[in-house]
């Protein structure tokens, strides 16, 4: 059994690894392996890789993400290797805390390694799009000049400094200004479409610019939430957030749209 970090030539060999259902894991590593904040690795047995994750470094903070261990090599301790290995690498970084969002299988796996349940996110699903947004003078196209107040939004919120993050997904980008300030934001090429707002006005607004069949918040956020099922949308899953070292304050409420399974 061999421990290694991913490169770009073991990119096309990850396709058999694909979980059914999730977002294509190809780009997202290919992503991973560019950014010098994050570190992919994978478990390889007789030439063939059985399992992959990713730790993602914010710094002091952090998050696991796509651990995937291939079905056939499943219950021979291959999960918590790679849970280890980034465990270790992120707290030699000099990270505090470590995130995740845990599927089914995961769960023990993170259970043992010492991570406890934070709270949830509340999957939707609507059988066709919705179309309810008109233009509101209050959003606006991101201009370099709303940099600063994004990032500012984004740790009082996420409690995280995801500035390397955010600064590659700003272009296309949506603020929500009032009197001049922002207090709210749509990043719809970060994950599944990041929605931050510091109102409930707001936040309810951007969704209705964002959301066509699908989405997920954290559980607190219940005007979200409401506003889901009165528009049509029906809960499907729930997930479960966890969280191994010091605890951050952060503001799930102000959630009206997470990024995914990798960030929260």
């Known amino acids: 059994m061999i421990l290694d970090t991913i490169i770009e030539s073991d990119l096309y060999n990850l396709r058999e690894l694909q979980p059914e259902g999730w977002t294509d894991i190809v780009p997202i590593f290919d992503y ?29 903070t952090a998050w696991l993400a796509h651990i995937i261990v291939n079905p056939e090599f499943r219950k021979r301790g291959i999960g918590s290797l790679i849970v280890d290995l980034l465990l270790i ?39 066709e ?31 995280e400094d995801r500035r390397r993050l955010l600064i590659d997904k700003l272009e296309n980008s949506y603020v929500y200004k009032k009197n001049g300030k922002i207090i709210g934001y749509y990043l719809p090429e970060l994950g599944d ?41 029906a809960e499907t899953k729930r997930a479960k957030r966890m969280i191994l070292g010091k605890a951050f304050p952060w503001q799930p409420d102000k959630i009206y749209n997470r990024i995914g399974g990798n960030l929260g």
């Open 129 to 159: 799009a919705f179309k309810d947004y008109h233009h509101m003078e209050n959003i606006v196209r991101y201009s370099n000049t709303n940099t600063e107040d994004i990032f500012s939004l984004d740790k009082s919120v996420s409690g």
């Open 32 to 60: 991973y392996a560019k950014m010098p904040f994050c570190k992919p690795v994978k478990v390889m047995i007789k030439g063939s890789i059985v399992g992959i994750g990713a730790g993602i470094s914010f710094g002091n």
């Open 193 to 233: 479409g990041l929605i931050v707002a510091d109102t409930m006005e707001a936040g309810i607004e951007l969704m209705r610019l964002k959301f066509s069949t699908s989405g997920a918040l954290p559980v607190e956020n219940r005007e979200g939430i409401a506003f889901l099922k009165e528009n049509g949308f």
């Open 89 to 127: 690498f992120l707290k030699n970084s000099g990270c505090e805390t470590v995130s995740l969002i845990a599927t089914d299988l995961g769960y023990k796996i993170y259970e043992k390694a010492g991570f406890v349940e934070q709270t949830e996110y509340v999957f939707f699903e609507r059988t």
